[in-house]
T-cell receptor, first 117, second 115 residues
Framework: AQTVTQSQPEMSVQEAETVTLSCTYD???????LFWYKQPPSRQMILVIR??????QNATENRFSVNFQKAAKSFSLKISDSQLGDAAMYFC??????????????FGGGTRLMVKP | NAGVMQNPRHLVRRRGQEARLRCSPM?????VYWYRQLPEEGLKFMVY????????ESGMPKERFSAEFPKEGPSILRIQQVVRGDSAAYFC?????????????FGDGTRLSIL
């Protein structure tokens, strides 16, 4: 079974600064998808960014980018120019690329990001 | 195009009562997933359904919990004889097909509180 670990329960960043959230995972599969979700106080689950394991290029979405290290099974999220609206819980998630292999997302325990004005 | 709709947003039940949580997927989506989030934890997969079929229920507790996704109408997560430990946020997600490369779109969740 796959597991996802987020070792930082809480992180803090100054507005306009850059912060990196860590995520590691364990799997025996070679093809899979990785995601970062944001959960603000409203408790919505918002997809921030996703990465296909077969792609070597790191995904980027505006101020959000990832550092995907497949051999190390590491998938960190970098938030540049942090804004007050970035304050939220961030969850890393894994999904197998094998069709019909459950299709569920496996989530880490989350990192609470605080942004200081 | 409306997103995934879950209702109610908040549900309060007394111990021993039944809780019914509803999820209407996005238009055109025929695959539904239910997840549970305990306080201060990540989401945990419960069940994956297609119309009229349960595809994977490996995350469902063996007793008191059931789910359905009928041909017409929303998907229902049903919890019988609720206990305090059932207090959690329950999220539904949908996708157009079950292929792994399609993202799951989440609803806003139902927060279940057991008195």
């Amino acid at each position: 079974a796959q597991t996802v670990t987020q070792s930082q329960p809480e992180m803090s960043v100054q507005e306009a600064e850059t912060v990196t959230l860590s995520c590691t995972y364990d799997t025996s599969e070679s093809d899979y998808y990785l995601f970062w979700y944001k959960q603000p106080p409203s408790r919505q689950m918002i997809l921030v960014i996703r990465q296909e394991a077969y792609k070597q290029q790191n995904a980027t979405e505006n101020r959000f980018s990832v550092n995907f290290q497949k051999a190390a099974k590491s998938f960190s999220l970098k938030i540049s120019d942090s804004q007050l609206g970035d304050a939220a819980m961030y969850f890393c998630a894994y999904r197998s690329a094998v069709n019909n292999a459950g299709n569920m997302l496996t989530f880490g325990g989350g990192t609470r990001l605080m942004v200081k004005p | 195009n409306a997103g995934v709709m879950q209702n109610p947003r908040h549900l309060v039940r007394r111990r021993g009562q039944e809780a019914r949580l509803r999820c209407s997927p996005m238009k055109g989506h025929s695959h539904v997933y239910w997840y549970r989030q305990l306080p201060e934890e990540g989401l945990k997969f419960m069940v994956y359904l297609q119309k009229e079929n349960i595809i994977d229920e490996s995350g469902m507790p063996k007793e008191r919990f059931s789910a359905e996704f009928p041909k017409e109408g929303p998907s229902i997560l049903r919890i019988q004889q609720v206990v305090r430990g059932d207090s959690a946020a329950y999220f539904c997600a949908s996708s157009p097909m079950g292929h792994p490369n399609q993202p799951q779109h989440f609803g806003d969740g139902t927060r279940l509180s057991i008195l």
